[in-house]
């Protein structure tokens, strides 16, 4: 289902998947950026069992470091907000991109890690889709299970580590 669309990025909601995509099309400018995921937030936050997102950058390459502060420090703190559980992050880069992520990276010192947060780096959509589709498996075979403690975390970890 399509929630919005513009000449630089459409944002569309897998029912299959229980996951909000963002296909960025053009590299936007900050205001784009912020308006795309202020639209994205608002599907959110009336729709409070979202929490599996996947963001895909192949046509566009790096963010600016603002555009990437302001996610971080705005839009996934407003996300946790509405839905008030943790959410899973998938990222799609061209090949390019990710390695001179790999090659380059550094902990950026200044930004606080957010502990509701859980990101991965892919250069294909489909296996960023599949990492959140097994992280919901995992996750929907915990609830589940019965709460005898050992099986339901057991099941949620061995679920996680398949999926990495």
Not at 25 to 33: A, F, H, S, V, Y
Not at 112 to 121: E, G, L, M, R
């Amino acid at each position: 289902m399509v929630i919005h669309q513009t000449t630089s990025a459409i944002i569309t909601f897998r029912q299959k998947d229980s996951v909000l995509l963002i296909q960025w099309l053009r590299k936007p400018d900050t205001g784009q950026l912020m308006d795309t995921y202020l639209r994205a937030l608002a599907y959110v936050c009336s729709n409070r069992q979202t929490y599996y997102f996947c963001t895909d950058q192949t046509l566009i390459g790096s963010l600016d470091r603002d555009q990437e502060e302001w996610l971080s420090q705005e839009f996934y703190p407003k996300v946790y907000d509405c839905i008030q559980g943790e959410i899973f992050a998938a990222v799609v880069f061209n090949n390019e991109h990710f390695k001179a992520l790999v090659t380059n990276y550094q902990v950026p010192a200044l930004l606080p890690q957010q502990h509701f947060i859980q990101f991965n780096y892919f250069t294909k959509l489909q296996e960023a889709l599949q990492w959140l589709s097994d992280i919901r498996k995992g996750q929907d075979e915990a609830l589940l299970a019965p709460h005898t403690g050992l099986l339901s975390g057991s099941t949620v970890l061995a679920s996680r580590e398949n999926s990495q």
